[in-house]
């Protein structure tokens, strides 16, 4: 689905990816550890093409459709749209009973939907984005800590749709469940030690990481 050879990024004189090389393959669900600055976000942006590598490769899969959310996303949002008008915006093909019950499905019940963007929290906006990045399903979702504004019932309920869905996924997140639920495989820069300039690579998911370190992921929460 996605290759990247010998990889190099920098910021200024900041290398954060060092000739870095990851093979994605198809149903391969890997979550992305390492500390604050490690680069998680800017591996996520290089894979979603939204940020050039300043050497080597980045390929996508012929067929790939990426769904990407990244905390940035939130702000796009037009604030003076109901969230009705961004969903028709979006999607003006569709009926409004569809985009009612795809709001519906995202916790926006009856009147909700005629809510200003603006007046929406965090949690809101994000089930907003999501809503609208899944009505028309990706088969590659690259996820950057999708569930910092929820609260607990959104986060199953995304947790639940994202069991669901049968495509790839590179995605990083600090909740335990998240982790422990949705991933497969394991990529954690700075290697063991936290300072390694390549990332280590687990071929298992999150579950069978932890039983192997013998330890959770650093700052990982419930
Ligand atoms: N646009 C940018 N300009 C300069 N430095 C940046 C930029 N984006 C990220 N960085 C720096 O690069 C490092 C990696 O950032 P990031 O990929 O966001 O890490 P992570 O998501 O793992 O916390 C951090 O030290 C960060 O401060
Ligand atoms: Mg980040």
Known sequence: MATLECVTKAYGRLVVHDSVSLTIRRGERWCVMGKNGAGKSTLLKMVAGVLPPDSGTVRLGASLKIGYFAQQALDLLDPDLTIEEQLQADFPHESIGVLKSLAGAFQF??????????????????????????????NFLVLDEPTNHLDLTTKEMLLDALRDFDGTMLFVSHDREFLRGLSNRVLELGGESGTDTQPREYPGSYVEYVARTGHEAPGVHR
């Not at 809510?115 to 089930?127: D, P, Q, V």
């Open 109 to 138: 019940s009856g009147d909700e939907i005629d809510k200003k963007i603006r007046a929406l929290s965090g949690g809101e906006k994000t089930r907003l984005v999501m809503a609208r990045m899944l009505l028309e399903p990706p």
